[in-house]
T-cell receptor, first 116, second 110 residues
């Protein structure tokens, strides 16, 4: 089945640090990937759509200069949280859809980001 | 952003009991999906529904896409300990962007 891998699984760093999270589709090519954020005991909220070879599209209220997305290849999207602060601490999850139309999204295992 | 209303918010059941949860929306969705999330992990797809009225099973799980395209239910029969977790419904308008429900936390009482 479709596999999406995320790295790292956990990051703990100081306030002001920039953190990069990778999302890879392991057995299929994904022209589109998605980044979600999940706060404790809450649901997943879509942050942005990552498009291979073009700019990401961000959901309302998500700062594009804060959350930099790069989708340089058909199997890799990266999310960089720039100058992270404690309020950015959250569970970040990516997803990708296999290329066949109508195939549901498969999710990575998430990255727990803790900013001290 | 919009969220789907999912109920119940939490359930406490004994092993072997059947479980039922549902999801409602004010919007019409093209596709309805059910995911399970274990602590510290990403959601895992359980069932995908594509047609209004569609009833689909996956082992002990059964889900239906409402006729109006605004609701769905998920049933789990004869629950077992590994069913513990948070269940999310998610709707897709057809643009691949998923809107998630508020989640149902399932706990099995020993």
């Amino acid at each position: 089945g479709a596999v999406v891998s995320q790295h790292p699984s956990r990051v703990i760093c100081k306030s002001g640090t920039s953190v990069k999270i990778e999302c890879r589709s392991l057995d299929f090519q994904a022209t589109t990937m998605f980044w979600y954020r999940q706060f404790p005991k809450q649901s997943l909220m879509l942050m942005a759509t990552s498009n291979e070879g073009s700019k990401a599209t961000y959901e309302q209220g998500v700062e594009k200069d804060k959350f930099l997305i790069n989708h340089a290849s058909l199997t890799l999207s990266t999310l960089t949280v720039t100058s992270a602060h404690p309020e950015d601490s959250s569970f970040y999850i990516c997803s990708a859809s296999p290329p066949l139309n109508g195939q549901p999204q498969h999710f990575g295992d998430g990255t727990r980001l803790s900013i001290l | 952003g919009q969220q789907l209303n999912q109920s119940p918010q939490s359930m406490f059941i004994q092993e072997g009991e059947d479980v039922s949860m549902n999801c409602t929306s004010s919007s019409i969705f093209n596709t309805w999906l059910w995911y399970k999330q274990d602590p510290g992990e990403g959601p895992v797809l359980l069932i995908a529904l594509y047609k209004a009225g569609e009833l689909t099973s996956n082992g002990r799980l059964t889900a239906q896409f409402g006729i109006t395209r605004k609701d769905s239910f998920l049933n789990i029969s004869a629950s077992i300990p590994s069913d513990v977790g948070i269940y999310f419904c998610a709707g897709d308008f057809g643009n691949e962007k998923l809107t998630f429900g508020t989640g149902t936390r399932l706990t099995i009482i020993p």
